[in-house]
């Protein structure tokens, strides 16, 4: 297996790109499957990710061409299954989101669930409830979940009793083409839920309030071909600005939406960074050498976001001061603490609660990646750590981060990867 070797030191000074985001290109990717018409999605990313979603599209009779540019066209004209099998789901979560469009546009579909992951259960239990309450029976059966709507789907209000993206996205999905409206209250408000909408209105749907904890969706008979731009990556973009925090230095973040990351640049600039704004670009750039602890404690959007949460105990793993760092999305979010403490960092984890107590060097050491924000985490610790720091089980940052080592070395980081 490839291994990320890092000689730590080094501040990140120049311009980084940052790619379409993972987690709406996987489930725009999934409204393909919508309409027999093609919808070509421009600012694709390129990851481990979105080529496994294709794998399942592909099973599933959608035609694939890659355009070339970040753009793919995928085009459902003729399915040829409903069925997503266990070794096309697995890997990956948001494989599931198949299950609402392919019911809702062939009245049946059979999905293998999703298992748990390293970052907790992750049940689906609010998905496959929205999509009874929109008329779908649903019996679970040898890790299946099979669902019938031979009448078709039908409009429903549903309160989610907490705010889950997967949730709000793959009832989306599905009442666009069901009959009647549909009121989805206590809604996710990320900006991947907005780029959904917005790709469903441009393929006819009828959707208002995304982005507001009320959507309502009056639904259509059927979508046609659109044209559509994935929203950049914020988490990306989140993650480049955690990283010069780091290293020290001065980067110019390009293709980003800045206001997408309020609740990160107000923690930085406590933190005593310094935040530009612009119109789709920001300026993070550390020029003294203090850093001050701050408290953070992760919320849905419009909160601090949990896939930000790692990058951010490991700036904090050098600041001055301690830092208290509390999860409230995932239960099982703080694997990267024990590989952090193994570059030096002095973390200790109690429950849902991460104290980080600045130490004034890190030092390099080999460490092992256990999820994709993790694993990144432990690269922004490398880049500051002295000596060098060898990273193994590195598919996970494939899954969502294209071109990481040649970004950062474009910056100036001594990073390379190590084919095995
Ligand atoms: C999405 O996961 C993202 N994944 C995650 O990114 C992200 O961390 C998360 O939203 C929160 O922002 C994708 O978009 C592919 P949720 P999702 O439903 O939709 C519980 C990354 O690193 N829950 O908002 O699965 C759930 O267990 C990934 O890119 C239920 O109990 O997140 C969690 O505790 C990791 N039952 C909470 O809700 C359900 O039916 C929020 O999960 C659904 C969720």
């Known amino acids: 297996m490839d291994i990320i070797r890092i000689i730590g030191g080094r501040p990140l000074n120049g311009a980084v790109h940052i790619n379409g985001a993972k987690n709406s290109a996987l489930k725009l990717m999934a409204a393909a499957l919508l309409s027999d018409e093609p919808l070509i999605l421009k600012n694709m990313p390129d990851l481990a990710d979105t080529r496994f979603m294709a794998h399942l599209l592909a099973h599933l009779g959608v035609d694939i061409i890659d355009e070339g ?3 793919t066209r995928f085009c459902a004209g003729a399915l040829t299954s409903s069925e997503a099998p266990y070794d096309l789901v697995r890997k990956m979560r948001a494989t599931f989101n198949v299950l609402g ?38 019996t679970l059966d040898e890790g299946y979940a099979t669902a019938v709507a031979p009448k078709g789907l039908h409009g429903a209000h549903i309160s989610f009793p907490f705010v889950s993206v997967g949730a709000t996205e793959h009832t989306m999905l599905a009442a666009v083409l069901a009959h009647g409206q549909t009121i989805l209250d206590n809604a996710a408000r990320e900006p991947e839920i907005t780029d959904l909408a917005a790709c ?21 008979t059927a979508l046609h071909g659109a044209t559509h731009e994935v929203v950049p990556d914020r988490i990306e973009a989140g993650t480049y600005a955690l990283a010069v925090a780091a290293t020290g230095g001065r980067v110019i973040i390009e293709n980003c939406r800045p206001a997408h990351l ?17 119109d789709g670009s920001v300026i993070v750039e550390r020029t003294n050498g203090t850093l001050e602890a701050i408290d953070i404690e992760t919320r849905a959007f419009p909160g601090f976001p949990t896939d930000l949460q790692a990058q951010f105990m490991a700036l904090m793993a050098c600041a001055r001061g301690t830092s208290i760092i509390r999860e409230t999305i995932f239960e099982n979010r703080f694997m990267h603490a024990p590989e952090l403490a193994r570059l030096g960092a002095n973390i200790t984890v109690h429950g ?32 500051v750590a002295q000596g060098e720091t060898q990273i193994s089980r590195i598919y996970h940052l494939d899954r969502g981060f294209e071109g990481l080592e040649n970004k950062l070395a474009a910056l100036g980081a001594d990073i390379r990867r190590i084919k095995a």
């Open 352 to 383: 849902h609660e991460a104290v980080v107590r600045g130490v004034d060097e890190l030092h390099g050491a080999p460490v092992m990646a256990t999820d994709l924000r993790a694993s990144v985490s432990l690269v922004i610790a490398g880049l």
């Open 69 to 71: 540019a970040a753009t």
């Open 200 to 220: 469903l209105n441009a393929m006819g749907a009828h959707i208002e309030g995304a982005g507001t904890d009320r959507i309502v969706i009056d639904g259509v």
């Open 101 to 138: 469009p392919l019911l809702a546009r062939r009245g049946q579909a059979r999905v293998s669930l999703p298992g748990g992951c390293a970052i907790g259960a992750r049940p689906v239990d609010l998905h496959l409830k929205a999509l009874g309450a929109l008329g779908a029976d649903i």
């Open 262 to 278: 309020n609740a990160l640049w107000g923690p930085m600039r406590e933190a005593g960074i310094n935040i530009t704004e612009q």
